[in-house]
């Protein structure tokens, strides 16, 4: 059920993980309000990341979650960016009830000393995209569980900011007006991993009919006109309540939240899967990928869990693959 009363809130006991559904009442604005604590730092604590990598990545699991709640699916929603730049790969994964996971692949030489480390960690870099990523482009799918239905969404690399390319898409392939601000910071000073993402839309269709269109013009022009004043600090400060922050910034407009969303860890590998996918590679791969005790080693890369078959198991890998396939 909504609320309405955001003054009125209980303060966050520490940095949330959880997604806030908001509305602006004057201009029938929807917007989400995202903040990831432990969720990325559990995400993070797998790999060794440079700090503007894990910072990238901190950004990418906002984005992710501000983009998959904002849909009405059961699944499986990935974001993936791809370049030809130091970072070549960013993957970031959520299921409809909140299990959140992703990792980075990157050139670790690109990072030595400090080349590539960034600026203040609490300052916008205005050119994060192109000096990690390069050229490349920005996709998310949708996966439907139970209907089987995939969807899909690509757009450039264009701009200086993730936030800017999903900008582009919005205005390029969904003719919807869309404000996004993203934020990370990858520890070190004392303060744990944390990101954000502030999301707002002007849906079509929400508009009041008695509500005049250069009315609404400005109502949506105001509300990112606020959005654009609430800082990093801000949003990932943990002693500031994520209700707090919208009620600063939307309170004169009226504002109205929902139940949050609960966001978490969740890696979804396991010995099946990794047993799965030897199979699909089949039976004559098997040699190349022995390490030099005759075991193959899995590993996830979103956890980095191994898992280890013997050749025995790999015979019955074999043997089973065989008596699976058809007969000619």
Same mark, same amino acid.
């Given at each position: 059920?909504?609320? =309405?009363?955001?003054?009125?809130?209980?303060?966050?006991?520490?940095?949330?993980?959880?997604?806030?559904?908001?509305?602006?009442?004057?201009?029938?604005i929807?917007?989400?309000?995202?903040? *990831?604590? =432990?969720?990325?730092? &559990?995400?993070?604590?797998?790999? @060794?990341?440079?700090?503007?990598?894990?910072?990238?990545?901190?950004?990418?699991?906002? %984005?992710?979650?501000?983009? =998959?709640?904002?849909? @009405?699916?059961?699944?499986?929603?990935? *974001?993936?960016?791809?370049?030809?730049?130091?970072?070549?790969?960013?993957?970031?994964?959520?299921?409809?009830?909140?299990?959140?996971?992703?990792?980075?692949?990157?050139? +670790?030489?690109?990072?030595?000393?400090?080349?590539? &480390?960034? &600026?203040?960690?609490?300052?916008?870099?205005?050119?994060?995209?192109?000096? %990690?990523?390069?050229?490349?482009?920005?996709?998310?799918?949708?996966? #439907?569980?139970?209907e089987?239905?995939?969807?899909?969404?690509?757009?450039?690399? +264009?701009?200086?900011?993730?936030?800017?390319?999903?900008?582009?898409?919005?205005?390029?392939?969904?003719?919807? !007006?869309t404000?996004?601000? *993203?934020?990370?910071?990858?520890?070190?000073?004392?303060v744990?991993?944390?990101?954000?993402a502030?999301?707002?839309?002007?849906?079509?269709?929400?508009?009041?009919?008695?509500?005049?269109d250069?009315?609404? !013009?400005?109502?949506? /022009?105001?509300?990112?006109? %606020?959005?654009?004043?609430?800082?990093? #600090?801000?949003?990932?400060? +943990?002693?500031?309540?994520?209700?707090?922050?919208?009620?600063? %910034?939307?309170?004169?407009?009226?504002?109205?939240?929902?139940? @949050?969303?609960?966001? /978490?860890?969740?890696?979804?590998?396991s010995?099946?899967r990794?047993?799965?996918?030897?199979?699909?590679?089949?039976?004559?791969?098997?040699?190349?990928?022995?390490?030099?005790?005759?075991?193959?080693?899995?590993?996830?890369?979103?956890?980095?869990?191994?898992?280890?078959?013997?050749? &025995?198991? *790999?015979?019955?890998?074999?043997? +089973?693959?065989?008596?699976?396939?058809?007969?000619?």
């Amino acid at each position: 059920m909504p609320r =309405s009363d955001v003054s009125a809130a209980i303060p966050d006991r520490q940095f949330p993980n959880h997604v806030q559904p908001f509305r602006v009442e004057n201009g029938w604005i929807r917007g989400r309000l995202i903040r *990831l604590g =432990s969720a990325f730092e &559990q995400t993070a604590v797998h790999n @060794k990341y440079p700090k503007p990598v894990g910072r990238i990545l901190g950004e990418t699991l906002a %984005l992710a979650a501000a983009l =998959s709640t904002a849909l @009405k699916f059961e699944g499986n929603f990935k *974001l993936q960016a791809q370049g030809d730049g130091p970072v070549s790969l960013l993957v970031v994964d959520i299921t409809s009830d909140g299990g959140l996971r992703g990792y980075a692949r990157f050139d +670790a030489e690109a990072f030595d000393g400090d080349n590539l &480390q960034g &600026q203040d960690p609490f300052t916008a870099d205005s050119d994060l995209v192109p000096r %990690l990523l390069g050229a490349g482009h920005l996709a998310f799918t949708v996966d #439907q569980n139970l209907e089987g239905d995939r969807y899909q969404g690509v757009t450039a690399l +264009a701009g200086g900011s993730l936030a800017d390319c999903a900008h582009t898409y919005f205005r390029d392939s969904e003719q919807l !007006e869309t404000a996004i601000k *993203l934020t990370a910071h990858y520890g070190g000073d004392g303060v744990a991993p944390r990101a954000a993402a502030l999301m707002i839309q002007r849906m079509p269709g929400d508009k009041p009919p008695e509500m005049p269109d250069e009315e609404a !013009e400005e109502a949506w /022009r105001n509300a990112v006109i %606020l959005m654009s004043s609430v800082t990093s #600090q801000e949003l990932l400060d +943990a002693e500031l309540p994520t209700q707090d922050i919208l009620y600063r %910034l939307y309170h004169a407009d009226g504002i109205r939240v929902y139940d @949050k969303l609960p966001l /978490r860890f969740q890696c979804r590998c396991s010995r099946d899967r990794a047993t799965d996918m030897l199979i699909n590679f089949g039976g004559d791969d098997f040699n190349d990928m022995k390490t030099e005790n005759g075991m193959i080693v899995v590993s996830c890369e979103f956890c980095r869990t191994d898992y280890e078959f013997t050749e &025995q198991e *790999l015979i019955d890998l074999k043997s +089973a693959e065989s008596q699976e396939s058809p007969t000619t």
